[in-house]
């Protein structure tokens, strides 16, 4: 069973940036297919980006494509999420999520997929 660590939330001005990072626990990193999700208060969870096994092939939400980007490193087991341009619509808990796949080329996008999520990390865009 894989644990999943969220780090680098906090508070930021709209317009800054910020780097979250997922630290997993399991040695077969390159096969979880991960994704970053968030939900803010009084709504649902959504997906936010998502990332294969690999690593070369990557998913975003309309409201985060050209803003955000994830990028994993598999041999420090991590998965990142760099946020630049930072509105207030931004504002939510962010989760990291992992899937084994048995290929490391297989996209999940759908939150209902993952198994193993993170404890999530506050993320707050305000001025």
């Known amino acids: 069973q894989v644990q999943l660590v969220e780090s680098g939330g906090g508070t930021v001005q709209p317009g800054g940036s910020l780097r979250l990072s997922c630290t997993a626990s399991?040695?077969?990193?390159?096969?979880?297919?991960m994704a970053w999700l968030r939900q803010a208060p009084g709504k649902e969870r959504e997906r936010v980006a998502a990332?294969?096994?690999?690593?070369?092939?990557?998913y975003y939400s309309d409201s985060v494509k050209g803003r955000f980007t994830i990028s994993r490193d598999n041999a420090k087991n991590t998965l990142y999420l760099q946020m630049n341009s930072l509105n207030p619509e931004d504002t939510a808990v962010y989760y990291c999520?992992?899937?084994?796949?048995?290929?490391?080329?297989?996209?999940?996008?759908?939150?209902?997929?993952?198994?193993?999520w993170g404890q999530g990390t506050q993320v707050t865009v305000s001025s």
């Open positions: 999520a992992a899937k084994w796949t048995s290929s490391t080329r297989v996209l999940v996008t759908a939150p209902s997929e993952y198994k193993y």
């Open positions: 399991e040695r077969s990193f390159s096969h979880y297919a």
């Open positions: 990332v294969t096994g690999s690593g070369d092939v990557t």
